[in-house]
């Protein structure tokens, strides 16, 4: 484990465990080519003491790599490349004909969850049991006020989580320490991270960049600067279900990306607004529909919205697109989500070879917004809202110079507010 008898300069290094004057140093930082000044030991045996804590300091310089000698030096470490829908792994990067700039990276192993946590039906073996053949697939449940409250509770923890998850993006860092905090954040609230072994995906949220529309997952890349990421998180806490996400910039972004994602907000804003008992759900894909294609972009019709509550997908769809065919008018009670994804050129998707991540066809980027909703009798409560604790996120509308505002909460009420992205401060 620790190689060799190599001197390290004479000049005064401190021994990483001990403090005491070094004359060892690790191989793997000196193949690594990192500072000498964290790689230095004074014996065998406190290099040993220190390994468990040390061998991260490798990790973290792979991942910070260029090329694909990082990948390789993961792959050798137990991280693969995604297949069949996350049903199998291999070393190397899957043959594949992609349509923009990005690729897929090593994922780690997949993250473990307390015995003291409630799980859902295919948190085991991968295969969710109730929810395929549910009668709720066809009718849209009306849900009992203790459903609601349960809702509620679930819904405010799933933003907390994302919250948590939007304070970590900045350059630099990668969408796997992103899935960890969700991961480790939802399991301190006491829930269960609902994507996770769901039909098998591998991870405990969703992360799509840049040209990916949806159900990226999260991997050793890390993001860049002028990057747009979304992230999308949900949490299954005392029998239900709740979800939403949002599209962040990363460092410094180009015009069009913030253009993308603003007019995408508005989208999932001006959806928000007709939400009120009596209102068909086909209704909701027409005014996306016309504010996106006014705005120049294009709207996915490959994924839509849906019912939740004690499943996870139920109905009624929530189609986002113009002329749809989706059946029902809304109710008092109803709950479902509104996630538009907007893309900068055509609206056709492909599927990369993990089974999972949707990208555009023309490698152009992608935006989504997402809220789970409950329709009341004087129009919507957004269950998913922003909370005072939420953080505060620069503006796309450079008038109001980091202005705080909650997302909207009550359509009855409903006043045009500007759009939130990016990386917490």
């Not at 972004?253 to 939400?275: F, G, H, P, W």
Request: include cysteine.
């Amino acid at each position: 484990m620790f190689g060799g008898s190599v001197a390290a300069e004479t000049t005064s290094l401190s021994c990483v465990q001990c403090g005491k004057p070094a004359h060892l140093q690790c191989p793997k930082c000196m193949e690594l080519k990192l500072p000498r000044e964290g790689a230095a030991f004074c014996t065998q045996d406190c290099f040993k003491a220190s390994w468990t804590s040390h061998k991260s300091v490798h990790l973290k310089a792979k991942l910070s790599a260029p090329g694909t000698g990082e990948n390789s030096s993961l792959v050798s470490e137990g991280w693969r490349y995604c297949i069949k829908k996350g049903q199998a792994r291999t070393p190397k990067l899957p043959h594949f004909d992609w349509t923009g700039t990005l690729r897929p990276y090593p994922i780690s192993s997949k993250l473990t969850v307390p015995a003291h946590i409630e799980l859902p039906d295919w948190a085991l073996d991968g295969t969710p049991k109730v929810e395929p053949n549910s009668d709720l697939q066809h009718v849209v449940e009306i849900k009992t006020p203790d459903q609601i409250e349960r809702m509620r509770e679930t819904c405010r923890i799933a933003r907390q989580v994302l919250d948590a998850a939007a304070r970590m993006i900045r350059p630099g860092v990668t969408t796997d320490e992103i899935d960890r905090v969700v991961h480790e954040a939802t399991i301190t609230a006491g829930g269960y991270p609902s994507p996770l072994n769901y039909h098998f995906f591998p991870k405990s949220c969703c992360t799509s960049v840049n040209e990916v529309i949806c159900h990226g997952i999260p991997d050793s890349r890390k993001l860049e600067d002028g990057d747009i990421v979304n992230i999308d998180v949900t949490v299954y806490y005392k029998g239900v279900h709740g979800d939403l996400n949002e599209t962040y910039f990363v460092g410094n972004v180009d015009e069009a990306s913030r253009q993308l994602v603003q007019c995408t907000y508005e989208c999932l804003e001006k959806a928000i607004s007709i939400v009120k008992p009596g209102v068909r759900f086909r209704e909701i894909g027409e005014v996306i529909n016309r504010h996106a294609t006014m705005s120049g972009f294009s709207v996915v019709k490959s994924y839509c919205g849906h019912g939740i509550g004690e499943l996870f997908h139920c109905a009624p769809n929530i189609p986002h697109y113009s002329r749809n065919k989706a059946v029902g008018v809304m109710k008092v009670g109803q709950t479902f989500t509104i996630e538009p994804m907007i893309n900068a050129g055509v609206w056709r998707d492909r599927m990369w070879p993990d089974g999972w991540t949707a990208v555009t066809a023309d490698g152009k980027c992608s935006a989504q917004f997402e809220h789970t909703l409950l329709v009341t009798e004087t129009g919507v409560e957004v269950l998913t809202a922003r909370l005072p604790s939420s953080p505060k996120v620069r503006s796309v509308n450079a008038r109001s110079k980091m202005d705080f505002v909650p997302l909207l909460t009550l359509a009855v009420e409903f006043v045009k507010i500007n759009l939130f992205v990016m990386g917490a401060q």
